[in-house]
């Protein structure tokens, strides 16, 4: 549910960087069906995964005292991690995400009467790609339990159609989908958590993290190149570079820096007056600028180069996004910006093999739906599991 605005290398060596994330309105749905047969079972189509447990085979790893948990149970994860057969070699994304569903189920559940369910997640959201799509999984995974232990009141009313949790019970949920995070991911920022709970705009400085309270809905095309990446690598290549040429990179460092603080001042601007093509035409040149920097870090590739020329030929600007090396590239869309430009480019992109898709940035965090509120596709989906 994420999307990087500006510099996604958030951890750097005696650096306090601003980067801005921005939620991507593309939607990841649960479904929490209590049963009565005795099992807990965990169904992901989107990485063709279906696991069923027996209850008795669960009670067996719950940890003898079972306490409030606001930080990862070593001795828990352990178990779960022997249980799921989860070794350093084995980490592939059904593992993970078992691991992630089993630790807080069994954290939320473990001190009394362990429930038959099934859990069903679907997502709009390509994995593998960098765009929080495991962040978006967590926070749903956090807030359904979360309301099934009776942690926090579910907040949809008979009448409502969407409904979302108050603040308190907004933070508790992104701190069980960061521990959802730290079991995936080992050692995340919690950025991407944090704007799949709230959505909007996020402020990043020095690990900390601040909800903007609000931020217009941009249009953008969303591009997955298809190129794997690794996160670890990129980071230790931009690494390396500041080290080597800190004179060099010390001022690209600060550029990318006063970058997210313009794009920030401007996204601001766009809530409180009205929208003017001069605010796009600020917001296109920091995406190229943005790009070019992230470039000369070290974090792109000649795929998302390829995607900025395509885009650029019809007057439309992108840059690289999450993690960078590879992954995905956002292409801003004027409000005035015609369909069959939209279309045309859309084609021509998918021409170089790539992915891509229309869609918008700003929307809104983690919600309850009614079951007539969700697309067809979704309604279709969760009525067959």
Request: a neutral charge.
């Amino acid at each position: 549910m994420e999307t990087t605005f500006s510099n996604p290398k958030r951890k750097l060596p005696w650096r306090k960087l601003v980067a801005l994330a921005v939620s991507l309105n593309l939607r990841t749905y649960l479904r929490l069906k209590a049963t009565t047969d005795g099992k807990v079972c965990i169904n992901l189509p989107n990485i063709d995964t279906f696991v069923c447990w027996d209850l008795s085979e669960l009670k067996q790893h719950i940890p003898a005292k079972m306490e409030e948990v606001k930080r990862l149970d070593p001795e828990l994860l352990r178990r779960l991690r022997e249980f799921v057969g989860v070794t350093n070699g084995n980490l592939d994304s059904c593992n993970m995400a078992t691991l992630a569903f089993l630790y807080i189920y069994l954290s939320l559940f473990g001190s009394g009467e362990l429930p038959s369910l099934t859990v069903s997640v679907w997502s709009e959201l390509p994995t593998g790609a960098g765009l929080g799509s495991s962040a978006a999984y967590s926070v749903c995974l956090a807030a359904a339990l979360l309301c099934a232990s009776g942690a926090i009141p579910a907040p949809l009313k008979e009448w409502d159609h969407t409904a979302r949790w108050c603040q308190e019970d907004l933070e508790l949920i992104n701190s069980w989908a960061f521990q959802g995070e730290m079991i995936i991911h080992g050692n995340p920022s919690g950025v991407d958590n944090a704007v799949g709970t709230w959505g909007g705009m996020l402020r990043f400085l020095a690990g900390k993290i601040i909800p903007l309270s609000r931020v217009p809905l941009l249009r953008i095309l969303l591009t997955n190149t298809k190129v794997p990446r690794s996160t670890k690598v990129l980071v230790a290549r931009v690494k390396d570079k500041i080290n080597k040429f800190p004179s060099i990179m010390t001022p690209v460092l600060d550029s990318v820096d006063a970058i997210s603080c313009t794009c920030e001042k401007v996204l601001s601007e766009m809530t409180c007056e009205p929208i003017t093509g001069e605010h796009y035409n600020i917001l296109e040149e920091l995406i190229d600028i943005n790009h070019h920097h992230l470039n000369v870090m070290g974090v792109g590739h000649p795929a998302l180069d390829t995607l900025c020329r395509v885009t650029l030929t019809r007057g439309l600007h992108s840059k690289l996004t999450g993690a960078g090396g590879g992954g995905c590239g956002i292409t801003l869309l004027r409000p005035e910006t015609d369909s069959f430009v939209v279309q045309s480019t859309v084609q021509d992109l998918r021409d170089c093999g790539f992915d891509c898709w229309e869609t918008s940035i700003g929307g809104q965090g983690v919600q309850q739906h009614s079951p007539l509120s969700v697309k067809e596709e979704v309604r279709e989906f969760l009525n067959r599991y």
